[in-house]
Nanobody
Framework: QVQLVESAGGLVQPGGSLTLSCAASGRTFTSLAMAWFRQATGNEREFVAAISWGGGNTNSAHSVKGRFTISRDNAKNTAYLQMNSLKPEDTAVYYC?????????????????WGQGTQVTVSS
């Protein structure tokens, strides 16, 4: 069984930066494509960014393009989400997700494994 454990989020001022990490266990990490989703209060969970098994291909939502970067370190079994120029509208619970069947997908239904979520609040 795959387990995904996200790092703690936190409170960040507008314009600030924060990096989330997601440590995976239970399966060979390179067999998993990884992604980040987020869910703001009252909203549906939405796609943020995805990365292929080897890390060579990435995909991100238009709302975060140019500000957020997804990456992975296969030697550490860890995926990352570097978030820069944060805005109040980025406030949400951020979820790490993984799939063994799709690479770079933005479709929430393609992801089998999920982390517990971590709160990111952008506010002054």
């Amino acid at each position: 069984q795959v387990q995904l454990v996200e790092s703690a989020g936190g409170l960040v001022q507008p314009g600030g930066s924060l990096t989330l990490s997601c440590a995976a266990s239970g399966r060979t990490f390179t067999s998993l494509a990884m992604a980040w989703f987020r869910q703001a209060t009252g909203n549906e969970r939405e796609f943020v960014a995805a990365i292929s098994w080897g890390g060579g291909n990435t995909n991100s939502a238009h709302s975060v393009k140019g500000r957020f970067t997804i990456s992975r370190d296969n030697a550490k079994n860890t995926a990352y989400l570097q978030m820069n120029s944060l805005k109040p509208e980025d406030t949400a619970v951020y979820y790490c997700a993984a799939t063994a069947h799709y690479s770079g997908s933005s479709n929430i239904r393609d992801y089998t494994y999920w982390g517990q979520g971590t709160q990111v609040t952008v506010s002054s």
